[in-house]
């Protein structure tokens, strides 16, 4: 974690646990949700009595290390629950999800129309969603490149092939080397649909994951990527401040305040989808991630708290 975020990580906890816990934040206030008597957190029963549980979990890329964490602190508290996470991309995750093959797909996007009436037709079941962290989609270049900020505009006309050379951006006179995810990923959709609007030129290297896309700019300084927030604290490289629009001011993601107010213009919710509604041990888990000590977890890893319009949105699945 940059120094940045260490300086108010106290403040921001006390934040995450209030806003939680009131229902307020920078949004509209929502009322808090209630924890179920579901007969797992905080039961009774000897640890030796309880059914064992397994919940496998897939997709996001974005969302791995994060869940990963999630999910190995909530199994220290509940060994009875065996939680697997793996990667692949939202899009995987999600046809895992619709193809029963996992119990709940991480997607850094929302599912399309089409998805959920697949989930519908194949599992007989409504999709549910959960929304537990908020991300900024870093822009990164690498930290010799001079190049401090960028607008949306100019970040789409690099990928889409219209700006080659940085020169043309403020930068010295060098190639620019785009690197991307692969069609699968979220955030491959995200940044398309958002910046590129439009395709993406033929020169991005697509890359299998977030890692890979870092580890590359970090070896290449004509070299951009594209990355969930989470990933830009790795030393050789930097996120680069994002302005909406020419003569907007440029915000640094990397600044709390700057995704959660949504100044930061490639600010996202991250998302869970399960097919019908949770309950139990996975309902349990849910609360968890939402709860103060989740939230605490989802910024340690780099990410932010969820909003008043985040926890407003996760009742229909969790009340």
Excluded at 208 to 222: F, K, L, N, P, Y
Aim: hydrophobic share 40%.
């Amino acid at each position: 974690m940059n120094q940045k975020r260490w300086l108010t990580f106290a403040g921001i906890v006390f934040l995450a646990a209030v806003m939680l816990l009131t229902g307020c934040g920078g949004q509209q206030a929502a009322d808090p949700v209630e924890t179920p008597d579901n007969g797992d957190a905080g039961d009774d029963t000897p640890e030796e009595a309880q059914e064992s549980v397994a919940i496998m979990l897939g997709g996001s890329d974005s969302e791995v290390n994060v869940v990963a964490r999630l999910a190995e602190e909530y199994m220290n508290d509940n060994p009875h629950v065996s939680i697997a996470v793996t990667g692949g991309g939202s899009g995987v995750g999600i046809s895992s999800l619709i193809d029963g093959d996992i119990d709940v797909a991480n997607s850094s996007r929302p599912m399309r129309d089409s998805e959920i009436a697949d989930l519908e037709a194949n599992q007989g079941e409504d999709a549910y969603a959960v929304r537990f962290a908020v991300d900024g989609v870093a822009v990164l270049v690498n930290e010799n490149n001079p190049v401090e900020e960028l607008t949306v505009d100019q970040i789409g006309a690099i990928y889409r092939g219209e700006i080659t050379n940085w020169s043309e951006v403020g930068g010295e006179n060098m190639d620019i080397t785009l690197y991307g995810r692969q069609s699968t990923s979220g955030t491959y959709v995200f940044f398309m649909e958002l910046v590129v609007q439009g395709e993406y030129s033929e020169r991005k290297r697509n890359m299998a994951g977030t890692s890979d896309i870092v580890e590359a700019v970090i070896g290449d300084v004509g070299g951009i990527g594209y990355a969930a927030i989470g990933y830009a604290d790795e030393d050789g490289v930097k996120a680069l401040s994002v302005a909406a629009g020419e003569g907007s001011q440029a915000y640094d993601p990397t600044v709390l305040e700057n995704v959660t107010s949504g100044n930061y213009p490639l600010t996202r919710p991250l998302y869970q989808y399960i097919a019908g509604k949770p309950e139990g041990a996975l309902l349990d888990f849910f609360l968890f991630e939402v709860s103060e000590a989740g939230q605490a977890i989802v910024l340690q890893e780099g990410f932010y708290p969820i909003t008043a319009a985040d926890i407003d949105f996760n009742k229909a699945a969790l009340e």
